[in-house]
């Protein structure tokens, strides 16, 4: 059974003080590791899928990078309006149904 | 485009009600899913359709019904509602079955 963990739960950063967010899994064979925001009262927002070991995208802000156990989630010099929920979910090869993990809660402070 | 649309946007059922919850998308995509979000937890996937006439259930089915009778909608009925289907439910399309999956706003659904 795929199993997705995001760490931390929460986190609080002040306004430019860089940090990451972990996704580890556990999957049969991984077709994709994908990113999500989410804001309050909205839906899941995409940000990035990562297929392989060793491959890096980045977006303003955000870089995720993927090894053949966990993601991370590198936020440079974040802003307030980078607060919202991060989501990580994984699809196997075998279908296309995401396993998403619990999400980590981002509050960057002015 | 709209993307994807949900409506209602919020409801309270009595417990033993029945409701649908509609379902629209307008990318002319293959894939449909219904998501459920309960707080401070991850999506579980309820249903999905690959096509039009094509469903299949997901992680958490039970108390839950689907049909695809047009590419562009897939509604979600919940039959003899129980409390623990409260929670926020959530559409998502996605082209094929490796790209990324499109959510609409949700549904909050509160059962009493």
């Known amino acids: 059974e795929d199993q997705v963990t995001q760490s931390p739960e929460a986190l609080r950063l002040q306004e430019g003080e860089s940090s990451s967010l972990n996704c580890s899994y556990t999957?049969?064979?991984?077709?994709?590791l994908f990113w999500y925001r989410q804001d309050p009262g909205k839906g899941p927002e995409f940000l990035f899928t990562?297929?392989?070991a060793g491959e890096e995208k980045e977006k303003e802000r955000l870089k995720a990078t993927l090894t053949k156990k966990e993601s991370f989630l590198h936020i440079t010099a974040p802003k307030p309006e980078d607060s919202a929920t991060y989501l990580c979910?994984?699809?196997?090869?075998?279908?296309?149904?995401?396993?998403f993990g619990e999400g980590t809660q981002l509050t960057v402070n002015p | 485009n709209a993307g994807v649309t949900q409506t209602p946007k919020f409801r309270i059922l009595k417990i033993g009600q029945s409701m649908t919850l509609q379902c629209t998308q307008d990318?002319?995509?293959?894939?449909m899913y219904w998501y459920r979000q309960d707080p401070g937890m991850g999506l579980k996937l309820i249903y999905y359709?690959?096509?039009?006439?094509?469903?299949d259930k997901g992680e958490v089915p039970n108390g839950y019904n689907v049909s695809r009778s047009t590419t562009e909608d897939f509604p979600l009925r919940l039959e003899l509602a129980a409390p623990s289907q409260t929670s926020v439910y959530f559409c998502?399309?996605?082209?094929?079955?490796?790209?990324?999956?499109?959510f609409g706003p949700g549904t909050r659904l509160t059962v009493l």
């Open positions: 990562l297929y392989s």
């Open positions: 990318m002319n995509h293959n894939y």
């Open positions: 999957v049969s064979g991984l077709r994709g």
């Open positions: 359709s690959v096509g039009a006439g094509i469903t």
């Open positions: 979910a994984v699809q196997e090869t075998s279908g296309s149904r995401l396993t």
């Open positions: 998502a399309s996605s082209y094929y079955r490796k790209s990324e999956q499109f």
